[in-house]
Nanobody
Framework: QVRLVESGGGLVQAGGSLRLSCAAS????????MGWFRQAPGKEREFVAT????????YYADSVKGRFTVSRDNAKNTVDLQMNSLKPEDTAIYYC????????????????????WGQGTQVTVSS
């Protein structure tokens, strides 16, 4: 059974940093794209970042570009999201996600592209 577990969320002041981690179990995802999404209260889930299977390339939403960095360790089956210069508008529940199959070198930014999801971790940025 596939399971994704996020950790690292919490409360931080504006301008601060947090590092989210997502550990996958149940199968190996070394050939799958991995991504991060977030959902703020009253809003739809939105794309944050994605990293291709080889970790050689990643893509970000404009709102986080230059502040967030996504990375992965295929040996450990993990994907991380380093978040710097946090803003109150970054407050949301953050979810990691993995595609079902090999995804090539495409940047997948739609929720429907991903098959497996974590339960989410809360990030709150105070002003």
């Amino acid at each position: 059974q596939v399971r994704l577990v996020e950790s690292g969320g919490g409360l931080v002041q504006a301008g601060g940093s947090l590092r989210l981690s997502c550990a996958a179990s149940g199968r190996t995802f070394s050939r799958n794209a991995m991504g991060w999404f977030r959902q703020a209260p009253g809003k739809e889930r939105e794309f944050v970042a994605t990293i291709i299977w080889s970790a050689r390339s990643s893509y970000y939403a404009d709102s986080v570009k230059g502040r967030f960095t996504v990375s992965r360790d295929n040996a450990k089956n993990t994907v991380d999201l380093q978040m710097n210069s946090l803003k109150p508008e970054d407050t949301a529940i953050y979810y990691c996600a993995v595609t079902r199959e090999y995804s090539g070198n495409y940047y997948l930014i739609q929720s429907d592209d991903y098959e497996f999801w974590g339960q989410g971790t809360q990030v709150t940025v105070s002003s």
